[in-house]
C-alpha cells in the first residue's frame, strides 16, 4: 500500500472547504434579474471559485485511484466500478463548474438567459449528488462494517438530496455535502493509519 494514497482525499476535502467559504450560487428559485445583479456584482470571484472547483479534480481523481487500488488488494477483486465511479464524479463536478464560469464570463446576457442557464446548473447540481451517492456506496462495499454502514448512510442521503432539493425540499442542501466530507475524511486517515501501521504487522492482514 502507499502510504501517501490517503492525503489524495484529505487535500480533497479541505479544498471543498475552502470553496464553500467562497460562498453560494443562486439557484432557479431566484428571478432572472437578481441571479444576473449576483454574478454582476461578484464576476471575479466566481471565475477563481469555479477554476479552483475544477482543479479539484486532481485530488478526487487520485482518491479514486487509491479507493479502487486498495478495494482490489483487500478483496481481491479486479472490478473496475470505483474507478469508473470515481471518474464519472470527476465529470460531472467539471460540469458544475463550467456552467457558473460561463455565467460570470458572459458579455451582457438577458435575465431570461441567466435563468435558464442557472437552471441547467441546478440539475447539474442534482446529478453530482447522485454521482456521490454512487461513488460512496462502491467505495463502502471494500470497507469493514462500521465504515460500509456510514458509506451507506451517505449514499442513501445524497441520492434523496438529489431528487428533494430541485422540488424545493432543501433541508439536506448543507448536510449531505458535509456527510459525503467526512466519509471521504474517514477513508483518507484510515488509510494513513493502516499504511502506517503496516510495517508492524509482520506480514498479517490489516484488520478493521
Not at 47 to 57: E, K, N, T
Not at 85 to 114: E, H, K, Q, R, Y
Not at 168 to 174: I, K, P, V
Request: net charge neutral.
Amino acid at each position: 500500500m502507499n502510504r501517501h494514497d490517503g492525503w489524495w482525499g484529505l487535500v480533497f476535502v479541505v479544498g471543498l472547504f475552502v470553496l464553500a467559504a467562497m460562498g453560494s450560487l443562486p439557484t432557479a428559485a431566484e428571478s432572472g434579474e437578481s441571479i444576473k445583479a449576483f454574478y454582476s456584482a461578484n464576476r471575479q470571484l466566481i471565475v477563481v471559485q469555479q477554476v479552483f472547483g475544477a482543479l479539484l479534480v486532481v485530488p478526487l481523481l487520485g482518491f479514486a485511484v487509491a479507493m479502487d487500488r486498495r478495494a482490489r488488494e483487500r478483496r481481491g477483486s479486479r472490478s473496475p466500478w470505483i474507478l469508473i465511479a470515481g471518474c464519472a464524479l470527476a465529470l460531472v463536478v467539471l460540469a458544475t463548474n463550467v456552467l457558473p464560469f460561463i455565467l460570470a464570463t458572459m458579455a451582457d446576457p438577458s435575465p431570461g438567459t441567466m435563468h435558464t442557464l442557472t437552471f441547467i446548473a441546478d440539475l447539474s447540481d442534482a446529478a453530482l449528488f447522485i454521482a456521490i451517492a454512487l461513488f460512496s456506496g462502491l467505495a463502502a462495499l471494500a470497507q469493514p462494517t462500521w465504515v460500509r454502514i456510514v458509506g451507506f448512510v451517505v449514499a442513501a442521503v445524497t441520492l434523496v438530496r438529489a431528487f428533494a432539493s430541485p422540488m424545493g425540499a432543501t433541508m439536506l442542501d448543507a448536510a449531505a455535502p458535509m456527510l459525503f466530507l467526512v466519509f471521504v475524511g474517514v477513508l483518507s486517515v484510515r488509510m494513513l493509519v493502516l499504511a502506517d501501521a503496516r510495517p508492524s504487522d509482520s506480514g498479517s492482514p490489516a484488520v478493521g
